[in-house]
């Protein structure tokens, strides 16, 4: 297996533009999780899917974020408009379980000018 | 959603000492604990699970507290390589402290 696969891995923007992060998890695990990771705040949960399914979307900032689910396969960080606090490392991770080791795609390096 | 807290550092030790991290949890339900280490510009990658009898692999031990919500990990004979920022995780919670970064120096 590939392990997590996400794209793109480097993303300059510039403020009010969409930003689109794709993950593919790994197959065969049931859960997939979204991170943010800056030297400020260190590493945030955004939302979790369990077969799909978003399940706590707490951690997700405001409106200008969401992300999907279609299928078991892919997912979608979506940032519109972006703002220059948005500028982070993005990762997708995904696990069997909860309880379980997460695998972490390499991330998306964002920045927003 | 609890909180995980875990001294920054940074730590700098020279090769060959022994180092020990620990990371507190406010969720006293919490059943499952990992550490990850992180490089620089990598993602975080599973070091070791943290069992409640306290576990090792080679160099690395990790431990749990429960009665005073925390786990640890501690590195004998540490080595160049073992420079990284190491975060701890409660898995329950989904939750991972700040991490703590190790720079080891010949």
């Known amino acids: 297996d590939a392990g997590v696969i996400q794209s793109p891995r480097h993303e300059v923007t510039e403020m009010g533009q969409e930003v689109t992060l794709r993950c593919k998890p790994i197959?065969?695990?049931?859960?997939l999780f979204w991170y943010r990771q800056t030297m400020m705040r260190g590493l945030e949960l955004l939302i979790y899917f369990n077969n799909n399914v978003p399940i706590d979307d707490s951690g997700m900032p405001e409106d200008r974020f969401s992300a999907k689910m279609p299928n078991a396969s892919f997912s979608t960080l979506k940032i519109q408009p972006s703002e220059p606090r948005d500028s982070a490392v993005y990762f997708c991770?995904?696990?069997?379980?909860?309880?379980?080791?997460?695998?972490f795609g390499p991330g998306t390096r964002l920045t927003v000018l | 959603r609890k909180e995980v807290e875990q001294d920054p550092g940074p730590f700098n030790v020279p090769e060959g000492a022994t180092v020990a991290f620990n990371c507190t949890y406010s969720?006293?339900?919490?059943?499952?604990f990992f550490w990850y280490r992180q490089d620089c510009r990598k993602e975080p990658k599973l070091l070791m699970s943290v069992y409640s009898s306290g576990n090792e692999d080679g160099r690395f031990t990790a431990q749990l507290n429960r009665a005073s919500q925390y786990i640890s990990l501690l590195i004998r004979d540490s080595k160049l390589s073992d420079s990284a920022t190491y975060l701890c995780v409660v898995s329950d919670d989904m939750r991972f402290g700040a991490g703590t970064r190790l720079t080891v120096k010949p």
């Open positions: 969720n006293s339900a919490s059943q499952s």
């Open positions: 991770a995904s696990s069997f379980a909860t309880y379980n080791e997460q695998f």
């Open positions: 197959s065969g695990h049931d859960y």
